[in-house]
């Protein structure tokens, strides 16, 4: 069956980095996209990053954008979230994400605490 795990969350001070790191097993990693989800506190989940399965195409929300960068391993089933300038806005749990077959899969989630 197809898994998720996330790992690489914590607590940083603002201005900090972390890189979130997402293992896959249970599909052929390297004909999906993934994507990097996350939520904030009390607020919707939201898509903050996603690679091709190549790895050729990435894309951002525009908060993230030249802060976060999304990048694999094919030969690890690994998908990275390289997140540096963190700020506050940026706490959340944060999730990796992969469509197969038609069904969302989701890992169970990784925190990210940005804080002084």
């Known amino acids: 069956q197809v898994q998720l795990v996330e790992s690489g969350g914590g607590l940083v001070q603002p201005g900090g980095s972390l890189r979130l790191s997402c293992v896959a097993s249970?599909?052929?990693?390297?004909?999906?996209?993934m994507k990097w989800y996350r939520q904030p506190p009390g607020k919707e989940r939201e898509l903050v990053a996603g690679?091709?399965?190549?790895?050729?195409?990435?894309n951002y929300v525009d908060s993230v954008e030249g802060r976060f960068t999304i990048a694999r391993d094919n030969d690890k089933n690994t998908v990275y979230l390289q997140m540096n300038s963190l700020k506050p806005e940026d706490t959340a749990v944060y999730y990796c994400?992969?469509?197969?077959?038609?069904?969302?899969?989701w890992g169970k989630g990784i925190l990210v605490t940005v804080s002084s």
């Open positions: 690679i091709s399965s190549a790895g050729g195409v990435t």
């Open positions: 249970g599909f052929t990693f390297n004909s999906y996209p």
């Open positions: 994400n992969v469509i197969h077959k038609g069904i969302n899969y």
